[in-house]
């Protein structure tokens, strides 16, 4: 029946990618779809399988992401860093009538703050092992939480995660500043205006400021969303980078573009990382690693 | 007709508190109502106006807030700091046909920020005047926009606004967050973990670790809503505070603890000041000056 293919599921919050993957880890077909955890009730994964099945045939599967959280599927507990490629295979949940394996996140707890990945760990090791990165490398992983992860010998050693993305959307959609966040947010003027105004801390008053600028005409009510921005991702850029440092950055699009703007304005080198190729090559090697 | 009498509003965003005053600055009778200028359009205001007089008779009417606003009834334009009660006397709204005077806000414009309030400079300078504070001071006033003003020479010299209220009501209602923000906020020991841990900035990823805390196990469910909140207000307080400086607290209830004991923590001195007396003090100056 199997002739070496395999689904790999990047399953998450919000989106799900399914790639139909041949024995020697090339994605033959790629779907995106919104069926993330949030629209699924546990009951309902049965039945998202067998229409995998209906579709693909009866060949293994292995997941990643939010799917394996108590809010996903079935709980795989995460995997304590240091963490490499084999710990993560070796800490698979394993469900042999489904045909599947869960990958687990990471955790780490450190003196004053604990931190969990699920998902992202699959693509930073994806990325050192395929030689998209150094097998020492410092990462960040843009989106609703940015992810920055430090590498050390091919293993997840540290990371901390920032609700960046999280905030701004609260602050658009839902704040005293939403009726002003209606501009673009590039890597402009007005965007870099406000990563050196948070670079400098005090994000709760630099906040207010967006309002405070345009009641005053001191900024553009255009400018408002992306001056914003800036401060939110200067202020979580600034908090970890000295200068010189270099930092592979693994995501696509405008969110790319921005951070890897803020860092080069901070002192810092960024480096494009493809995300879906890290996602293959990681998910590969667990595959690999779970047939060995 | 009138006897001296004249009504004091403190008219905001959503609240409206009404002083029938007597001709000495006492309050003779108080109420509190929900008709804020978000609940008002513009053509609402004469037939508000209306009906305090048909209530209270054809006596002068002085207000201050967000009544004031390009969201109010008429934009009464900010006085530039350094502002003193006289100044705010001189530049506010007379509005002879409805028997009214607006009080203006005050704007400051400094290297790289720019910052705005209406209502808090009423209560400030009140509590100076009144002798609730020295002429020489430094004054916070929690609530959604928790506003850090300094004053010398009874005049108000420097301020600045933090979104902390608003943030935390972002996160606790909207947030990923949200569902682990349902137990009390108290100045008990997870909302001073809180503090200690804003304090050292790093609020993105420290907001993260509420999340994280709970699902680790490190953090008690019931915990996380306070320790946010320490969270918020150490980072909000760690910002502005010295060593050993006194801060006068105008707020009532529970923001005036969590501050006090936040202030405390972390090395200054909190003196709790009356906020409606204070606010009673600065309108019927106004009043005074008004009159002369």
Redesign the interface.
Known sequence: MTDGRYLAIDWGTTNRRIYLMDPTGQALETERDGRGVLTLSADDYPMEIDRLRARFGAIPIVAAGMVGS?RGWRDTP?VAAPAGIEALARAAMRMPAAGMAIVPGV?I?AP?????MRGEEVQVLGAVRAGLAPSDARFCQPG??NK?IRVEDSRIVDF?????G??FA??R????LAEMMRGPVTDGPAFRDGVE?GRG?????????V???V??G??DRDDAAAFASGL?IG??VA?QLAQGDVIHVLSGGTLRALYAGAIALLGGHAVAVDAEAAFLAGIHLVKELLDA
């Open positions: 108590t995460y955790s707890v004053g703050r604990a931190d969990v609703t939480h920055w901390s995660t920032a609700m960046t999280e905030l609260l602050l959609d839902h704040s005293v105004a801390g005090g994000l709760l008053t630099a906040l207010f400021g309002r405070a600028g009641l005053l001191r900024l939110l202020a979580d908090a």
